[in-house]
């Protein structure tokens, strides 16, 4: 099985950073692509930012220039700076890893518990 635990949310006010981090752990070959969604109330989870194994990224547009994504291969880590936060950034956010366990298993999407992101106008 594989397990993801993130940590980092809270509640700041607007034009604040929180910094989140998430990490992997359990059976595991190889970490392809990690990212970032949200879930705002009464909204559909969305992409917010995903970060492949050879480093490429791609953002929402409503959070580039002001969220970086990064991850540490040998730590199964990835993290979500997040600067100049605004009250639209308020949602749970959820990691994502896409995971295959051994060699010759297939991909599979793996997601974490979500963390409480809170921005104060």
């Known amino acids: 099985q594989v397990q993801l635990v993130e940590s980092g949310g809270g509640l700041v006010q607007a034009g604040g950073s929180l910094r989140l981090s998430c990490t992997a752990s359990?059976?595991?070959?190889?970490?392809?692509?990690l990212g970032w969604y949200r879930q705002a109330p009464g909204k559909q989870r969305e992409l917010v930012a995903d970060i492949t194994s050879g480093g490429s990224t791609i953002y929402a547009d409503s959070v580039k220039g002001r969220f970086t994504i990064s991850r540490d291969n040998a730590k199964n880590t990835v993290l979500l700076q997040m600067n100049s936060l605004k009250p639209e950034d308020t949602g749970v956010y959820y990691c994502k890893a896409n995971v295959r366990r051994r060699l010759l298993d297939p991909v599979y999407d793996y997601w974490g518990q979500g963390t409480q992101v809170t921005v104060s106008s």
């Open positions: 359990g059976s595991i070959f190889r970490i392809n692509s």
